[in-house]
């Protein structure tokens, strides 16, 4: 079946500091997305990506969608402690808006003020 | 706009016996609702794709007659973990897509305990 490899596992970084974390597939998506999830919460939407080469920000947050539509990063900038959650990436499969979603295995951020 | 309701946020339930989890999207029409499983400090797994006015797609692995889903309205979806056992004991999440161009929207879960 389908898989999203998302690195790293964990990362545990000072405030201020920027973070980077990837996602990678054999198979090509159509859309990336990126989620955080909080303890005992839902996953909460980050960004959308719905070509590929697409760069967007959504304020400190910047993802892109790879060339080859086969991964994806996701970079946070000056870190805060309210950074702190799970991070996963999920890609749609198909175009439509009942495609369903396949994600990582998630980062888990934690930031040291 | 684009809220997805979920209820109830925690059940404890004995073994044997059945759970019903609700997910509703408060502020628009869902044909399609997704329902996901998520063990401690794993990702999202996910369990069905639940249609509106017709059966659910179960995911491989899945019992179809286990997690029982009914998709009655456009803006109701309904998972019930029939004779629950310790082991069904997860966080259960649905979703919901707004428009054809933007992310799904997930509830905010629901812890099942089974003893």
């Known amino acids: 079946g389908q898989q999203l490899n998302q690195s790293p596992q964990s990362m545990f970084i000072q405030e201020g500091e920027d973070v980077s974390m990837n996602c990678t597939s054999s198979?090509?998506?159509?859309?990336w997305l990126w989620y955080k999830q909080e303890p005992g919460e839902g996953p909460v939407l980050l960004i959308a990506?719905?070509?590929?080469?697409e760069l967007t920000s959504n304020g400190r947050l910047t993802a892109q969608f790879g060339i080859t539509r086969k991964d994806s990063f996701l970079n946070i900038s000056a870190s805060i402690p309210s950074d702190v959650g799970i991070y996963f990436c999920a890609g749609r499969i198909g175009s439509s808006n009942t495609g369903k979603l396949i994600f990582g295995q998630g980062t888990t951020l934690q930031v040291k003020p | 706009g684009a809220v997805v309701s979920q209820h109830p946020s925690w059940v404890i339930c004995k073994s044997g016996t059945s759970v019903k989890i609700e997910c509703r999207s408060l502020d628009f029409q869902a044909t399609t609702m997704f329902w996901y499983r998520q063990f401690p400090k794993q990702s999202l797994m996910l369990m069905a794709t639940s249609n509106e006015g017709s059966k659910a797609t179960y995911e491989q692995g899945v019992e179809k007659d286990k997690f029982l889903i009914n998709h009655a309205s456009l803006t109701l979806s309904t998972l019930t973990v029939t004779s629950a056992h310790p082991e069904d004991s997860s966080f259960y999440i649905c979703?919901?897509?707004?428009?054809?161009?933007?992310?799904?929207?997930f509830g905010s879960g629901t812890r099942l305990t089974v003893v």
């Open positions: 979703s919901a897509s707004y428009r054809a161009r933007e992310g799904y929207t």
């Open positions: 198979s090509i998506f159509n859309t």
């Open positions: 990506l719905y070509k590929a080469g």
